[in-house]
Nanobody, 115 residues
């Protein structure tokens, strides 16, 4: 069974930075457009950013544009999310998956931004 394992979350003050990682145990990772999603307490999961198979085309939600950057390393089956200028409203559990979603969700990694 394919596993997605997110890491890198934590508690950070507003204005700080974090780098999230997500490792996939599937060899077809490199063939998939990948994305980061997040789910804040009491809210639905939302799309944060996407990246194409070779890492040349990125999209991001309006709420994070200019602050978050998605990247990938196909040799490591890993996708990253660099988060800068974090705001309290970025507090959520963060997940990776293909876009559109393809695998079962991983456990996610929790990001808490204090004001």
């Amino acid at each position: 069974q394919v596993q997605l394992v997110e890491s890198g979350g934590g508690l950070v003050q507003a204005g700080g930075s974090l780098r999230l990682s997500c490792a996939a145990s599937d060899s077809i990772f490199s063939l998939k457009r990948m994305a980061w999603y997040r789910q804040a307490p009491g809210k639905e999961r939302e799309l944060v950013a996407t990246i194409n198979t070779i890492g040349t085309i990125r999209t991001s939600a309006d709420s994070v544009r200019g602050r978050f950057t998605i990247s990938r390393d196909n040799a490591k089956n890993t996708v990253y999310l660099q988060m800068n200028s974090l705001k309290p409203e970025d507090t959520a559990d963060y997940f990776c998956n293909a876009y559109p979603t393809f695998w079962a969700w991983g456990p996610g990694t929790q990001v808490t931004v204090s004001s």
